[in-house]
């Protein structure tokens, strides 16, 4: 599966979560890649966010010591 790429950010749950509201963000998907995190809780709690069309990934990571959330699209 290819993805397009729409945003890299540190992580911060609130930051993510306007991104969602402000980005037309439908259906959500939350992965994650050596970062401790529950994504089934952060999923549910940004998908309140996500009344758009777009269906989104927010795939969660490390960058050197820095958590990062890298958002994309299908």
């Known amino acids: 599966?290819?993805?397009?790429?729409?945003?890299?950010?540190?992580?911060?749950?609130?930051?993510?979560?306007?991104?969602?509201?402000?980005?037309?963000?439908?259906?959500?998907?939350?992965?994650k890649r050596g970062f401790a995190a529950d994504t089934e809780a952060l999923g549910a709690q940004w998908r309140k966010q996500c009344k758009g069309s777009r269906a989104i990934v927010i795939a969660l990571t490390r960058i050197g010591d820095t958590p990062t959330a890298i958002v994309c699209t299908r």
């Open 1 to 31: 599966t290819s993805y397009t790429v729409l945003d890299v950010m540190t992580f911060d749950r609130k930051g993510i979560a306007a991104w969602l509201r402000n980005n037309d963000a439908g259906s959500l998907t939350v992965t």
